[in-house]
C-alpha cells in the first residue's frame, strides 16, 4: 500500500527543491553581473524575499524555481543599471571578476559559490567583457533566453517589455557577440600559445613575447585602486611585451603558473605561494588578441586559498 506523503513530507520536498535551484541562479547572476561576489548577493536577496512571504503566499506560486529566476533577473537588472554608475568611480580599469577550476587547487573551500558555476564558453572572459557593451536589458534578455533557453514570455516578464521588444534586445545582442569575437580557438590552441607566452615572460624575451601577439593586441589590468597596475589600457603588441620585461625585471620572486580561468587557459603570478595576479587571454588564428590581468586583491578571494597542483 502506497503512502501519501504528509504535510511535513510536501513541506521538506518542496524546501529541497527550493534550494537545489542556488546553483542556476549563481549561474545566472554570475553572468549578467561579471561578479561572484554580487551574485552571491543576489541570490541572497532572492530567498530573503521568498522567506519574507507568509506560507499562504508561498503555496500559491506554482513554480517556485520559477518565481526565483524572475526575481533574481530583476534585481540583476536593477544592479545593472547602478553599476554603470559605480564603475564611473571605480579606479582603474575594471575586469569581471576571474573564476578558477576549482579542481586544480588543493583545499579547496566545500560549498564556495564558485563551484557552482559551470565554466563553459558563456563564461570566459571575452565572453563577459563583450556583456559589458551591452544594455542591462539586452544583457538580461540574451543570457537568459540563449544560454539559459528561458522563452522570451518569460523574459518580457523580468525586463518589462514585449516579447517582441526582447527578441530584438537579444538579436541586438547577439550582433555584438558577432561582431566582437571571431570564433574562439580550440582549447589545446589555446594552451599552447598560453605555454609559449609563459615562457617568453619568463625568460624576459621581448621579440618572443611580440611573436605570440596580435599586433593590435590590447592588455588591461584592473587593480581596483588597491595595488599598483597600467591605469589604463596598454595597445599594441611591442608596447604589451616591453611592459611586461619591465615589470618582471622590477619585482623579483615572481612564480608564473599555467591554469585555468573562466574555463579557459590562463596564468597565475605568485610570490610567496600567494596569488598576486590572474591573467586571461583572447586567442584567434594562434595570436592573442587581448590579454586580461586582474590584481584587485577583492576578485582574488578564490585564487588564495589552497595551492595549485599542475604547472
Known amino acids: 500500500m502506497t503512502t501519501e506523503p504528509g504535510p511535513d513530507d510536501r513541506h521538506e520536498q518542496r524546501l529541497d527543491s527550493l534550494m537545489s535551484e542556488r546553483r542556476q ?3 545566472l547572476a554570475y553572468r549578467l553581473l561579471g561578479s561572484l561576489a554580487d551574485a552571491e548577493d543576489v541570490v541572497q536577496e532572492t530567498y530573503a524575499r521568498w522567506y519574507a512571504m507568509s506560507p499562504n503566499q508561498q503555496q500559491a506560486i506554482a513554480s517556485p524555481g520559477a518565481w526565483l529566476t524572475r526575481v533574481a533577473g ?4 536593477d544592479l545593472l543599471g547602478s553599476a554603470r554608475v559605480r564603475r564611473e568611480r571605480y579606479v582603474g580599469e575594471w575586469v569581471p571578476e576571474p573564476l578558477p577550476d576549482r579542481g586544480e587547487w588543493s583545499e579547496a573551500r566545500s560549498g564556495d559559490p564558485a563551484d557552482r558555476v559551470t565554466l563553459d564558453e558563456s563564461v570566459s572572459m571575452a565572453f563577459l567583457v563583450v556583456l559589458e557593451s551591452m544594455t542591462p536589458a539586452e544583457r538580461v534578455a540574451f543570457i537568459l533566453h540563449d544560454v539559459f533557453g528561458y522563452p522570451f514570455a518569460d523574459v518580457a516578464e523580468i525586463v518589462g517589455r514585449s516579447p517582441a521588444a ?9 550582433r555584438r557577440i558577432d561582431a566582437a569575437r571571431p570564433a574562439a580557438a580550440p582549447t589545446a590552441e589555446q594552451a599552447r600559445v598560453v605555454r609559449g607566452f609563459k615562457q617568453a615572460w619568463e625568460a624576459r624575451d621581448i621579440n618572443a613575447l611580440i611573436g605570440f601577439l596580435d599586433p593590435a593586441a590590447t592588455a588591461i589590468a584592473d587593480g581596483g585602486g588597491q595595488v599598483n597596475a597600467a591605469p589604463r589600457p596598454i595597445e599594441g603588441s611591442e608596447q604589451i611585451a616591453r611592459y611586461l620585461v619591465d615589470v618582471s625585471g622590477r619585482i623579483r620572486g615572481v612564480t608564473i603558473l599555467e591554469c585555468t580561468v573562466n574555463g579557459q587557459p590562463g596564468l597565475v603570478t605568485q610570490m610567496d605561494h600567494t596569488v598576486t595576479a590572474v591573467v586571461a587571454f583572447d586567442i584567434a588564428d594562434n595570436r592573442i588578441r587581448r590579454v586580461w ?6 576578485k582574488l578571494r578564490r585564487w588564495t586559498t589552497g595551492q595549485l597542483v599542475r604547472q
Open 25 to 27: 541562479l549563481i549561474n
Open 74 to 77: 530583476r534585481v540583476c537588472l
Open 166 to 174: 526582447c527578441r530584438q534586445l537579444a538579436t541586438s545582442a547577439r
Open 293 to 298: 590581468a586582474v590584481r584587485n586583491p577583492d
